[in-house]
């Protein structure tokens, strides 16, 4: 058998996921420039993603 690697991921519950979120439930403030604005969603967005997804990685190494 050769080396492999397979990666994956699930999202939990339907295939696809997506929200809409107000600015507002987002804790943005008229305050934020665009570059905080942009940092903030990239902040939220990870940990959004992260909590909807289950993933694996597998190596199998090829036996001598």
Not at 8 to 17: M, N, Q, T
Request: proline content about 2%; charged content about 30%.
């Amino acid at each position: 058998m050769a080396n492999t690697v397979t990666l994956s991921f699930r999202i939990e519950g339907p295939a696809e996921k997506s929200g809409m979120f107000t600015f507002e439930e987002l804790g943005i403030t008229d305050d934020m420039d665009q570059d905080a604005i942009e940092k903030h969603i990239e902040k939220i967005f990870e940990s959004w993603v992260w909590g909807n997804i289950a993933f694996s990685r597998v190596v199998r190494f090829e036996e001598e």
